[in-house]
């Protein structure tokens, strides 16, 4: 299977030398500093999960989240606390999930989630919750992410086009700030996708409970 590489970090492969394939699959899945799965972690996990998709028809989703301003994070703060950011990041994700769902980091700055068998409605709570705790984490340099998810099969039947598929809806919320995570000088907040305002006590109603039962 073939990559796009706006959105998949496959220069390191395509970079390799010939008589690397062995080593490369040998390569263990793991991200070195954040201790989540890497790339190939991740698409073995949604090739997995598009085989018992198809066994059991039951959907799943995935979520797609962009660090903003990791340059700037960089070249303010240092390379340090940039690899810091990823950390405070990583730790919120795993936080939030459960312990199947699978989330990597396959981008310097990108992070994916699965939920296997759950759909639009679950992956929009869970999307919710990682901005909520991410929106009350006060550490400097404070941190946003641009968020979207894609649903299989209805966005997409291969791991390219449902990635291509969260990719382009993580791209709009780019586009509109009110659907990124801000920081309010007094009250952190979160806006949805229905520009609805979720105070912290509102989102924290919304138990990752209500997702496995969504799922059951």
Known sequence: ?????????????????????????????????TGLANYQGLSETVESEIKRSKRSGR???????????????????GLLA?????CRLAHIFRFSCRLIDTVARYGDDKFAVVLPESGAE??????????ERLSIDREQP??????????????????????????????KMKERAEDTVTHSRSLPFAI????????????????????????E
């Open 1 to 33: 299977m073939k990559f796009k590489l706006n959105g998949w970090q496959l220069k390191k492969v395509e970079e390799a030398p010939r008589g690397c394939e062995v080593e490369l699959r040998q390569m263990p899945a793991i991200d070195g500093l």
């Open 192 to 215: 949805s996708k229905q520009k609805r305002v979720l105070a912290p006590t509102e989102v924290d109603s919304l138990t990752y409970a209500k997702v496995e039962r969504m799922t």
């Open 59 to 77: 959907d799943f989703a995935v979520l797609v989240f962009d660090l903003n301003g990791m340059k700037q994070i960089n070249g303010r703060h």
């Open 142 to 171: 404070l941190l946003s992410v641009s968020v979207g998810f894609a649903v299989y099969p209805e966005d997409g039947k291969t791991l390219d086009t449902l990635f291509e598929a969260a990719i382009c809806a993580t791209d």
């Open 122 to 131: 679950a992956a929009d709570i869970v999307e919710r919750r990682i901005c």
């Open 82 to 86: 940039g690899d810091r950011a990823l």
